[in-house]
């Protein structure tokens, strides 16, 4: 396809009215390419386009929904290495990241075709002689997807598999930082053998082309990955309109380490929970809580691997931790690190602007010992490579400051206790808990999501996913 790269509805490929350059974040004067973003006009046609086929592929058989996203899996698998490539260079995680998140997206399709032949329902006696009843599932109708710049084709897959294996028609709206990915997505489904109007994707702006797609009075369903503010906005609207609203946001997540861990694993849990992918995961350790035994031991060795963290191009082999993935983001990183200065945090490395071969949004890990859970970094998400250690006295403590948040997303804990790993994972205040694990990396086959405010409505992924990509029929019969 010829460059600029072009929205998707009603099976064809349509040209929008601004033409804007996506920029890898390692390396300014890279272009990754050029994208025709659609306005709120487009996106209302986009979604005439799956509101017209919404009864059509509702009728659609298992097996044509099984073929198609196996199809999609299949694809995405056998191209990973060039898509975590193209991954990488656009959004800045290192290449077995990128890789990686490529691999979890052909999982998910596999996952979701095989979903289309399970969604079953089912019966139950009546209370009445006689009368049987059965519940069953039927789609939701038309959804509006709408995804977030840092997994940029994990949570669109997350989003629009299950979509499709249950029957929904989808309009997809990518995030503006990373079109790259979601175009080849898009372009792949487009060879899927969906009838045309079942998938469309609307690249653009959030308060524009987003929220064209959020008010058309056709779409039954919103599934919303990104920001609290915007979450907030979405959900608002939805519910005015009676419309199904699903969120997933922002996350602050602790990580409690006891005195009885094992400290390799504690630190290495830490090191790759706070700041692997460059720290700019939903699930990220920004709160490291540690209790007083093995405080100094800890920061000591977190310290040193943090040192050992090698900060550089994303596509370079031996990179650690790719750039940060905009100026506005590093602005927000740079201004957090003197936020936690002001409020006596004490930061013992990192932080630090850096230059490489190629300009680029180049930031050194950071760490801030000896802090209170009340300071603005330990309560606002940040979303950059920036962790702090708050110290407690004992489990009970520790579970406390973690709790006190008002996130919920994803918590871990280091120990070898049975006891405290047990009730650590009844009683913190998150949708996902680790033990011995850090807060990020989950599984694809089973739920995802939070508490609090960081989620809102039901869980996405593994076979949860189908509470709100369906609903439930009930059926009574006379034979
Ligand atoms: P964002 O809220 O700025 O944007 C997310 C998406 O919403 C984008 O596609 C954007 O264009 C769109 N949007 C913006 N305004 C809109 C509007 N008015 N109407 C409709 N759509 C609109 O978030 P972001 O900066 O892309 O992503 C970072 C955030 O995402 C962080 O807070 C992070 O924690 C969160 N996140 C959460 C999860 C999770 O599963 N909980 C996963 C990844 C990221």
């Given at each position: 396809m010829k460059q600029p790269y072009q929205n998707y509805m009603n099976g064809e490929w349509v040209a929008g009215p601004h033409i804007v350059p996506s920029i890898n974040p390692s390396n300014l004067?890279?272009?990754v390419g050029e994208f025709a973003y659609a306005d709120a006009a487009l996106a209302n046609q986009a979604v005439q386009a799956a509101a017209t086929v919404a009864d059509e592929w509702r009728n659609s058989t298992p097996q044509q929904r099984f073929n198609a996203l196996d199809f999609i899996g299949t694809e995405i698998l056998q191209r990973k290495e060039e898509l975590g490539r193209l991954l990488s260079r656009e959004e800045g995680k290192t290449l077995p990241e990128g890789i990686g998140e490529v691999n979890r997206a052909g999982q998910i399709f596999k996952f979701f075709a095989g979903e289309a032949l399970r969604c079953g329902g089912e019966w139950l006696p009546s209370v009445r002689p006689g009368v049987r009843v059965q519940m069953i599932r039927q789609p939701v109708g038309v959804t509006v997807l709408i995804s977030p710049w840092n997994f940029p084709i994990a949570i669109p897959a997350w989003k629009i598999a299950p979509a499709l294996a249950y029957g929904n028609t989808v309009v997809f709206k990518p995030a503006e930082l990373t079109p790259a990915l979601a175009w080849e997505l898009a372009e792949i489904i487009s060879r899927?053998?969906?009838?045309?109007?079942v998938f469309n994707m609307v690249m653009g702006e959030g308060p524009t082309v987003g929220a064209a797609l959020v008010e058309h009075?056709?779409?039954?369903a919103v599934s919303f990955t990104g920001s609290i503010a915007v979450g907030r906005q979405i959900a608002r609207k939805c519910v005015e309109n009676g419309k199904r609203v699903q969120l997933e946001m922002g996350g602050k997540n602790p990580l409690v380490v006891l005195d009885d861990a094992d400290l390799d694993i504690a630190v290495e849990a830490a090191a790759n929970g706070a700041f692997y992918s460059t720290g700019q995961?939903?699930?990220?350790?920004s709160r490291l809580i540690v209790t007083r035994g093995i405080y100094s031991c800890f920061v000591d060795a977190l310290t040193a691997r943090m040192k050992s963290l090698k900060v550089d191009d994303?596509?370079?082999?031996?990179?650690d931790l790719g750039p940060v993935v905009n100026q506005a983001q590093l602005e927000k990183d740079l201004k957090y690190l003197e936020i936690g200065k002001s409020e006596g945090a004490v930061m013992i490395g990192g932080g630090e602007r850096l230059e490489r071969a190629a300009p680029g949004y180049y930031l050194s890990p950071a760490l801030f010992v000896?802090?209170?859970?009340?300071?603005r970094i330990n309560r606002?998400?940040?979303?950059?490579?920036i962790a702090a250690v708050i110290p407690a006295q004992d489990y009970e403590e520790a579970l406390q400051i973690a709790n006190d948040t008002p996130f919920g997303l994803s918590a871990g804990i280091c120990t070898r206790s049975l006891k405290y790993a047990h009730h650590f994972q009844e009683n913190?205040?998150?949708?996902m808990t680790m033990v011995n694990l850090p807060t990020a990396g989950v599984d694809y086959h089973v739920p995802f999501g939070g508490m609090k405010q960081s989620s809102y409505g039901s869980r996405e992924q593994g076979s949860y996913a189908r509470e709100f990509y369906t609903t439930v029929r009930t059926c009574y019969l006379r034979p």
């Open positions: 004067d890279d272009v899927g053998g969906l009838p045309a109007g009075p056709q779409v039954n995961r939903c699930t990220a350790s994303a596509l370079k082999p031996d990179t000896d802090t209170d859970n009340r300071m606002e998400e940040i979303f950059g490579p913190s205040q998150a949708g």
